[in-house]
């Protein structure tokens, strides 16, 4: 999240130019949830979902290499933060927008008094309440039944509640992608697109040629 005395960026600066960027939150939330249901192997999902999430998000197109405008992305979805600022975790799935949705849509409600669904809340603004979420809400709640171990609880009925509650509210969607090494990830990600983009600048002189 950016300082209080700052307000919340409007543009993404790649190369010493500020590019335009649409902030609604749902874009930063839909690319998320794509990276979390593909498999580890499936990099030409991964690119797809990476070059249609930079297509949705700048206004500007930038006019910079494709690991600079990932880059510029990354630092974007993480809220300014470093590596570890960003929300994909190796902890196993917790929760997804998707699926949750009722129930975010109703903790926001709850708790900011938010409609997220007539809202177009800047996305830095959405992750700073959604980790600010309390344990009043039944959305964190759900999240909490999920995170529980069964086999570390040592009272038989509570571990039967418990397992119970993690069956009712258990995630439906594929298991999420988590890489190794973030590093890693990132490089795979710039390689991929960067090879999208180039097929694509490929096709578009052909198409010139003939003309």
């Given at each position: 999240?950016?300082?209080?005395?700052?307000?919340?960026?409007r543009?993404?600066?790649?190369?010493?130019?500020?590019?335009?960027?649409?902030?609604?939150?749902?874009?930063?939330?839909?690319?998320?949830?794509a990276?979390?249901?593909?498999?580890?192997d499936?990099?030409?999902?991964m690119?797809?979902?990476?070059?249609?999430?930079?297509?949705?998000?700048?206004?500007?197109?930038?006019?910079?290499?494709?690991?600079?405008?990932i880059?510029?992305?990354?630092?974007?979805y993480?809220?300014?933060?470093?590596?570890?600022?960003?929300?994909?975790?190796?902890?196993?799935?917790?929760?997804?927008?998707e699926?949750?949705?009722?129930?975010?849509?109703?903790?926001?409600?709850?708790?900011?008094?938010?409609?997220?669904?007539?809202?177009?809340?800047?996305?830095?603004?959405?992750?700073?309440?959604?980790?600010?979420?309390?344990d009043?809400?039944?959305?964190?709640k759900?999240?909490?039944?999920?995170?529980?171990?069964?086999?570390?609880?040592?009272?038989?009925n509570?571990?039967?509640?418990?397992?119970?509650?993690r069956k009712?509210?258990?995630?439906?969607c594929?298991?999420?992608?988590?890489?190794?090494?973030?590093?890693?990830?990132n490089?795979?990600?710039?390689?991929?697109?960067?090879?999208?983009?180039e097929?694509?600048?490929?096709?578009?002189?052909?198409?010139?040629?003939?003309?």
């Amino acid at each position: 999240m950016t300082k209080l005395t700052e307000k919340l960026p409007r543009s993404i600066e790649i190369d010493g130019i500020g590019y335009r960027i649409d902030t609604d939150y749902r874009i930063m939330a839909d690319l998320e949830t794509a990276v979390c249901r593909i498999g580890a192997d499936d990099k030409g999902s991964m690119a797809r979902i990476i070059s249609a999430a930079i297509s949705r998000l700048f206004i500007d197109i930038p006019k910079a290499p494709a690991e600079k405008i990932i880059a510029g992305m990354l630092w974007y979805y993480r809220c300014g933060k470093g590596p570890s600022g960003g929300t994909f975790s190796n902890s196993g799935p917790c929760y997804d927008y998707e699926e949750d949705s009722d129930y975010i849509f109703a903790a926001f409600m709850q708790q900011y008094g938010d409609d997220l669904i007539n809202s177009e809340m800047h996305w830095w603004e959405f992750r700073a309440k959604f980790i600010s979420l309390t344990d009043s809400t039944k959305f964190v709640k759900i999240v909490q039944y999920r995170r529980t171990d069964p086999s570390a609880i040592k009272d038989r009925n509570e571990r039967a509640r418990i397992n119970r509650l993690r069956k009712i509210y258990a995630l439906k969607c594929r298991k999420p992608y988590f890489p190794p090494d973030l590093s890693e990830r990132n490089e795979n990600i710039k390689s991929q697109v960067k090879k999208r983009f180039e097929e694509v600048s490929m096709l578009s002189e052909k198409i010139n040629e003939k003309e």
